[in-house]
């Protein structure tokens, strides 16, 4: 297993437990996706991608048809994506990612967590050098699947780890190799279970229990607000 496998499963951060807040931000990843390439996910790698996603995630179909419906429609807010940097106490390095109909809400309200924890908001690509961005793909695990001949074939479309993970088979590869991972695995008909991006630290701190708490109050406040839709950081 390499870095990011033993990151993914020694991270304390939770990983939206509430199922609504996990609809929403699945609701809201749609919608950008819809803006961007339109409502036909067999023309739209990026949503068809979504809906797996919110199938791995047990969202009713009709609730990704309604927000199919609605990001077609002219109701439908404009979403931008923004994606904020800063240290948290004890020089915690974090990075949180946000989908935001109104960034000067959004900027305050992300400011306003790091200020009142003792820590700072940094300006956009100041943590660039502490994290890599890799994208994720979990798919279904098959007796016939041998997983170092599939590593052999994904090295050739970016992919860099690959790893069994209880009944699925996890795939980081490089940011940029997303679509060419995501078409190889649909091509040779692999059960694409879900598929993301994530921010992998490349050196992360440890804490003491009591610091540990309180890094994970804050990471608590970014992931109740309704505009953030991911968060990184780099406490073991």
Request: aromatic share 10%.
């Amino acid at each position: 297993m390499g870095r990011a496998f033993e990151f993914r499963k020694a991270r304390k951060m939770k990983r939206w437990g509430q199922m609504a807040k996990t609809f929403t931000r699945i609701g809201k990843d749609i919608a950008m996706a819809v803006k961007s390439g339109g409502p036909d996910p067999t023309t739209n790698s990026r949503l068809r991608a979504l809906i797996q996603n919110a199938k791995a995630a047990n969202m009713p179909k009709d609730n990704v048809e309604r927000a199919i419906k609605k990001a077609s429609s002219k109701e439908q807010e404009d979403y931008k994506e923004v994606v904020y940097e800063g240290y948290g106490p004890y020089g915690i390095a974090i990075v949180v990612e946000t989908a935001t109909d109104n960034p000067t809400r959004t900027v305050a309200s992300v400011r306003s967590y790091f200020t009142r924890s003792g820590g700072s908001l940094g300006t956009s690509g100041s943590l660039d050098f502490l994290f890599e961005r890799k994208c994720i793909f979990k798919i279904k695990s098959r007796e016939d699947i041998d997983i170092e001949e599939l590593e052999l074939e994904l090295i050739d479309f970016g992919a860099d780890e690959i790893g069994a993970d209880e009944n699925e088979i996890v795939i980081y590869g490089a940011f940029d190799a997303y679509g060419k991972i995501q078409h190889f695995l649909e091509e040779k008909g692999y059960e694409v279970i879900s598929s993301d991006f994530e921010r992998i630290p490349t050196d992360a701190k440890e804490l003491t229990e009591e610091q540990e708490a309180e890094i994970e109050k804050l990471l608590g406040k970014f992931e109740e607000d309704d505009d953030v839709q991911n968060v990184f950081h780099n406490m073991k």
